[in-house]
């Protein structure tokens, strides 16, 4: 068996045709994404009115795959899983299509029903949100699915005729839509939803937000609130906020929707619609959170490619895709782990003295921190812990909020300084008083804690703390002594006190 397989992914859309390129390493079981390749083929425009691929948007859509077969040549790829959503699907000259890109780029296009679709969407996003419950909603450009998801299964899913694209001509939205025409819309996307019982099981269920319409809906409302963060993997979004989205890019015309910041221009006609549906889904299902997804689709395809299709889903979405990263960055998770053990004995016990449970979400920061607070060697060794809060806030890991992984930056980027939390000013709205007293503890003990593995033999077997009135007596069992225990108090005794308010005594018993 090889050591690695090298994967590529076409989407062929309505709108957009993707190539996904990916790594995939057999041995532990874990891939890279190495490119990800995007043209706007507008392979469905004017479908809506004749039934056929444009004869231009049908070679741009060739040219583009012939584009594609040299990338594919170039990256040496094993496998190429090419398929075609709506566009293709509901055309009545597809196969034409299809035809060509065989005969001219030498790419096998898979033609798959509206049911596969949303299976796809369904495995894209439960294996990079940790999420049980919800309604994925993917609106592409010629159809929009809809997966009831319930205790990570796949219940119920649908696929309907109409997208982004037919929604815009059908109702004339792509200038400044008339009031008249929206309430046509609404009235239409009122009677589609209803025939659909699986929307009766979706009730209050958050609305899972997959395709790019949802992703830009994402960015014009992170620029609108001056978020601090460019992620929009799990960004989330009330119902009254998709609303103000909504009712503002509804009152421009399209060369005003082309100048809003995070609109894609090559959007901005086709926007009306998609969004108007979104908000009609959530006033459908009372639902008053939309979680955008950036996964769907070519994710889907590429997990189902790696054994993590349905009936075997990623068991735990946090943990592989953190050890994923761990090791894309190369770091020694052997040490990262034992660094991590460390932390988490040490937080327990203080607990007496800090007050804070090890909820779930907790944890996830203080893992994150742990594993990653040695990730920035990977950029350059000085100042890497500055590094470390950059790959730790960019890497893409799945299965934590926005908050729990500013929270787990920010301690690894505080890990070697004995100096109070300094938060910049565009990241403080996002953390309370008490993130920052979490982030300061959490630093505390990430310090004390990679000094005990300082010369990563992992000899340390336990620690334990005996707390006095003002004072902490950290017992360490270790196999033999090493001479970076002895540095603990010098390096990490004045951080401790100022967060623990403690003064810390250590006490080393070598134990075989």
């Known amino acids: 068996m090889q050591e690695h397989n090298r994967i590529g992914v076409i989407d062929i859309g309505s709108n957009s045709v993707h190539l996904v390129v990916a790594i995939y390493h057999e041995e532990n079981g874990y891939f890279s994404v190495i490119d990800d390749a995007k043209v706007n083929v507008r392979l469905g425009e004017g479908m809506t009115r004749t039934g056929r691929l444009d004869p231009e948007r049908m070679d741009v859509g060739v040219n583009t795959m012939k584009i594609y077969r040299r990338m594919i040549d170039a990256y040496q790829l094993d496998q190429v899983i090419a398929t075609a959503t709506a566009a293709v699907r509901k055309a009545e000259n597809g196969d034409e299509f299809v035809r060509r890109v065989k005969e001219e780029a030498d790419i096998d296009i898979n033609v798959i029903p509206g049911e596969q679709e949303a299976m796809y969407d369904y495995l894209g996003v439960v294996n990079t949100i940790d999420i049980k419950d919800g309604l994925l909603m993917d609106i592409g ?262 908050k729990e992984m500013l929270i787990a930056a920010f301690s690894a980027l505080n890990h070697r300084t004995g100096k109070k939390v300094q938060v910049d000013a565009e990241y403080a709205r996002m953390l309370t008083k008490q993130d920052l007293n979490i982030i300061d503890v959490f630093s505390s003990i990430l310090q004390i804690a990679e000094y005990l593995d300082r010369d990563m033999d992992g000899v340390v077997r336990d620690v334990n703390c005996v707390i006095s009135d003002d004072a902490v007596t950290l017992n360490v069992l270790s196999q033999e002594h090493s001479v970076f225990t002895d540095m603990i108090l010098d390096e990490c005794g004045k951080k401790f006190n100022r967060v623990f308010k403690h003064t810390l005594n250590l006490e080393n018993e070598i134990v075989k």
């Open 141 to 402: 450009g010629g159809s929009t699915e809809l997966v009831l998801i319930q205790n990570r299964e796949k219940k119920a899913g649908v696929s309907l005729p109409f997208g982004a694209v037919d929604l815009a001509e059908k109702f004339n939205l792509t200038d400044k839509p008339k009031k008249s025409d929206l309430e046509k819309l609404h009235v239409f996307l009122e009677g589609a939803f209803s025939q659909y019982p699986l929307l009766a099981e979706a009730k209050d269920y958050p609305v899972i937000g997959v395709g790019g319409t949802i992703r830009n809906m994402g960015r014009i409302h992170r620029r609108m609130t001056d978020y601090p963060l460019e992620i929009a993997q799990n960004y989330r979004m009330s119902r009254k906020d998709v609303k103000t989205v909504c009712e503002k890019t509804a009152a421009m015309d399209y060369q005003e929707r082309k100048n809003i910041k995070g609109l894609s221009k090559a959007r901005a006609d086709i926007f009306i619609g998609a969004s108007q549906a979104v908000m009609e889904i959530m006033g459908a299902i009372d639902s008053d959170q939309l979680i955008i997804s950036k996964a769907g689709l070519r994710d889907g395809l590429l997990y189902e490619s790696i054994g993590y299709g349905e009936g075997d889903l990623i068991p735990e979405v946090f943990e592989y895709s953190l050890v994923n990263t761990a090791r894309q960055l190369d770091v020694n998770c052997i040490h990262a782990y034992q660094v991590y053990r460390i932390s988490r004995k040490l937080f327990n016990e203080l607990a007496p003295i800090h007050g804070l449970p090890l909820s779930r979400t907790l944890d996830k920061s203080l893992r994150t921190a742990a594993m990653l607070h040695d990730s920035g060697i990977k950029i350059q060794y000085s100042n890497h812990q500055l590094h470390s809060f950059y790959l730790i806030l960019n890497a893409g890991i799945n299965g934590l909020t926005h």
